[in-house]
């Protein structure tokens, strides 16, 4: 049933229980959700050893990797080639060592270190990251650096003056004796008495295939006319520079994670951490 009612000649009809409202709703405008980042690492320095946590999900490995470049300060360069950078991350740690956050990261990629000797007390044996490049599959790492393999500093050469012939060839026979270095599958053997130190780095840098260069300008520093006694059996040369090696001895090296191989670069001399030059005393 409808009732009518005329208002000035207009009839209006009006359903019993219902009101008609013709006034518009107010538009009403949604707030667009807000963008998080779908990443955080974190950098910190432990007793000068970097550790990095990665919170990471579908993020983009090159954003990923330049803000871990950002936060190491460039002390260690870190290369992505444009393979590597389209790839996404997802992945969560807090606190991994440099070498194993960068495993964890990428199943492809390649270290360049530098390690000084181990043998002084007061300056224990530190392998230090130089440079780290992430590659995509089947991608070669690059060419080691030249700064790496070759100091543009002036270089030092050290050796013995003989006053005669059959004196040096006494010395050479000595030597055959009392200098013996054997390399076998990547492990070195020595057995080394009273010879000295510059003498046993060429000898274990010509078995391993590298260069050894005297950096330091000081003729007095201790490694210069150090004399060694040794009996090591089956070791590598890393081991070698962390346990016997004095700190001014650098190791360059190269490690392949993905192959999980390190390779020696080339022996140095350098100068000491404390910048003080000892005399060695010959036992």
């Known amino acids: 049933m409808f009732a009518g009612v005329t208002v000035s000649g207009v009839t209006i009809h009006q359903e019993p229980g219902k009101l008609k409202q013709n006034a518009a709703k107010p538009a009403t405008t949604q707030a667009s959700p807000q963008k998080h980042p779908t990443w955080r690492v974190k950098v910190v320095e432990d007793f000068g050893a ?12 090159s954003d990923v990797a330049s803000e871990i470049g950002r936060q190491l300060k460039l002390k260690v360069p870190i290369h992505v080639t444009d393979k ?14 440099l070498e194993q956050a960068v495993r964890r990261l990428s199943p492809h990629a390649v270290i360049d270190y530098v390690m000084n000797g181990g043998a002084d007390p007061m300056y224990p044996a530190r392998k230090q990251a130089l440079t780290i490049y992430f590659l995509g599959s089947d991608e070669k790492a690059p060419d080691v650096p030249a700064w790496i393999m070759k100091d543009p500093s002036s270089e030092m050469y050290v050796g013995m003056v003989y006053a005669t012939e059959d004196e ?15 390399y076998n599958d990547g492990l070195f053997t020595l057995h080394v008495h009273k010879q000295f130190l510059t003498d046993v780095l060429e000898e274990i840098a010509a078995k391993a295939g590298i260069g050894l260069n005297i950096l330091t300008t000081n ?3 201790k490694e210069i006319d150090q004399v060694v006694t040794w009996d090591v059996a089956a070791v590598s040369l890393e081991e070698l520079t962390n346990t016997w090696f004095p700190s ?17 670069l ?5 100068p000491n951490q404390d910048a003080q030059a000892e005399q060695n005393v010959t036992p």
């Open 50 to 61: 970097p550790f990095v946590s990665v919170h990471a999900k579908k993020a983009l490995f």
């Open 84 to 97: 590597a950078k389209q790839q996404l991350l997802t992945d969560d740690f807090d606190n991994l060592p």
């Open 168 to 182: 040096e060839k006494d010395a050479r026979e000595k030597r055959k004796k009392d200098l013996q270095v054997a």
């Open 219 to 221: 003729g007095a520093q």
């Open 248 to 264: 001014g001895i650098r190791l360059y090296s190269r490690t392949d994670l993905e192959k999980d191989v390190s390779k020696p």
């Open 266 to 270: 080339r022996l140095t001399i350098e």
